[in-house]
């Protein structure tokens, strides 16, 4: 049997009505920017996480990095986040123009160290991106608190947390923003590239309406200094239909989940862990191996692709070494770097793959 780590062509086999229809009604429209499409999505996206405003972009990339324009980040602030993201987080930060200061990750949960975000603010410091990672929410409580007590704006990355709630609260609701993406393989995933911000400030969401459209607040007429990051109507009208689908795709995940955690309790594995107040909405399923590039190869030997979210933390990538971060300056993020791999989970993944992929880890360690 071939478990891939993704399969997309299975969801338009489910939806290929819906989506021809919907791709041909955009074309039939005629109209491809900016139109009903994406201001209907931005409602109903709003109105889904319980927020006041949604401003479609180009990507969650393009988000934060307008975010933190809007925020007014200069060159020179500082915007502490973790290494152990995307790369995009910190690219965004990198693109402002501002420096990124990085903390530690907590060694159970593989999310920013509440604790250690004093120790790292500076008068320099501006925000927050704490990064709900794998589907995870942060603390927003502590992150809020430490925001309000030294003045710091808070920019959530929701790239990988559509619908999980922190204490019965909507990823991306805490903030200042939160910035999604609906690169394809995420949750809620477009066709393409597209992304978002809400808030519920409002000066805030007309600033971003500004951003994301050359400044524009008439045609031809910018009164600010604008950028072009738009979410196009094809992705809008998708995603759209695709938002009416995401509690039950997010239930599937959370039920894959239970199924590899059951399992695979007794191995020695590392499996996620998460506080029953939370929602996790599983984007990643993470475990954590010894001996990880055998375990990786018997499975790619039993049909079964894995991949590694992440394999260098960004304070050690090529790309980040003018930061001057030193090895063995974020020990948890650099020790769990060399055994965290993810397993299969996508809500078209079926019964039967998940058991081939439990009872092939059953193999290994057998
Ligand atoms: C944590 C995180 N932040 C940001 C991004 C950037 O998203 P996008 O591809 O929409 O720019 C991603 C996507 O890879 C991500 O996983």
Known sequence: MKVPFGDLSKQYKKYKKEFDNIISGVFAKGSFILGENLS????????????????????????????????????????????????????????????????????????????????????????????????????????????????LKVIEDCAQAHGAEFKGKKAGTFGDFGAFSFYPSKNLGANGDAGMLVTDNEELAIKIRLLRNYGFEDRYKSIIRGFNSRLDEIQAALLDFKLTKLDEWNLRRKQIADRYINRLSDLPIVLPSHSSENMHVFHLFVIRVAQRDKFMKFLLNEGISTIIHYPIPIHLQPAYKYLNYKDGILPVTEKLTEEIVSLPIFPDLEDNEVEYVIESIKKFYN
């Open 40 to 151: 209907r999505f931005e409602t109903n996206f709003a109105d889904y996480l319980d927020i006041k405003y949604a401003v479609g972009v180009g990507s969650a990339t393009e988000a934060l990095f307008l975010a933190l324009k809007a925020i007014d980040i200069k060159n020179g602030d500082e915007v502490i986040t973790v290494a152990n993201t995307a790369v995009p987080t910190v690219s965004a930060i990198d693109f402002a123009g501002a420096a990124p200061v990085f903390v530690d990750i907590e060694e159970s949960s593989y999310l920013i160290d509440t604790e250690l975000i004093e120790g790292r603010i500076t008068s320099r410091t501006k925000a927050i991106i704490p990064v709900h990672l794998y589907g995870n929410p942060c603390n927003m409580d502590k992150i809020m608190q430490i925001a309000k007590d030294y003045n």
